[in-house]
C-alpha cells in the first residue's frame, strides 16, 4: 500500500500569525491562533508551520530592530521547510508604522513582491515552486491606537 505524503503549507506573517494577545501582551495557545485552528480543520496529511514574528514587515528594514523584513527571511524560511505545497502570507501591518512612511500602494506592491518571491523559489514538490496564497490583514481600528 502506498503511503500519502504529508502537505506542508507554512504560514508566514507577523504578530497575528505568531498569535500575539494585546490583552495579556503574551502568546494565545495553539487552539486559539489561526494556525493552529487551520491546523484543527485540516486532516493529518496535512503539516502547519507557523513562522510569525512580531513586528515582522513585509519587505522594510526596521531601523530600531534588526531581523524583522520579511524579504530577507523569505527564501531561506521555505527553503528550510521544504518541501512546500502552499505558502499564506499575512503581512502589512507593521507596514503602517509611521517611520516607514509607506502609503497603501507601497505595502501592497511589498506583498506582491514577497509573493513573487515565494512563487520564484524551488521549495515546491519536485523542485517546483509552491502555491502563493495572501491574506489581507485585519483592520486597524481605533481601539489598537488605545493600546499603543
Same mark, same amino acid.
Given at each position: 500500500?502506498? @503511503? ?25 495557545? &495553539? @487552539?486559539?491562533?489561526?494556525?493552529? +485552528? ?23 528594514? &526596521? ?7 520579511? +524579504? ?12 512546500? &505545497? ?60 488605545? +493600546? @499603543?
Amino acid at each position: 500500500m502506498m @503511503q500519502l505524503r504529508t502537505k506542508t503549507i507554512v504560514c508566514f506573517g507577523d504578530s497575528n500569525t505568531w498569535g500575539y494577545d494585546a490583552k495579556t501582551e503574551l502568546r494565545f495557545d &495553539d @487552539q486559539t491562533r489561526w494556525t493552529g +485552528l487551520l491546523a484543527t480543520y485540516l486532516d493529518s496529511s496535512y503539516r502547519v508551520v507557523e513562522e510569525g514574528l512580531s513586528g515582522r514587515t513585509s519587505v522594510c528594514e &526596521d531601523p530600531l530592530f534588526e531581523g524583522l523584513s520579511g +524579504l530577507s527571511y523569505l527564501h531561506p524560511c521555505l527553503m528550510s521547510h521544504s518541501p512546500l &505545497d502552499l505558502v499564506i502570507i499575512m503581512l502589512g501591518t507593521n507596514d503602517t508604522k509611521a517611520r516607514f512612511g509607506l502609503t497603501s500602494y507601497n505595502i501592497a506592491q511589498g506583498i506582491v513582491r514577497l509573493a513573487k518571491k515565494a512563487r520564484g523559489t524551488v521549495s515546491g514538490i519536485g523542485g517546483r515552486s509552491p502555491e502563493v496564497l495572501v491574506i489581507a490583514p485585519p483592520p486597524i481600528g481605533e481601539k489598537y491606537t488605545k +493600546l @499603543q
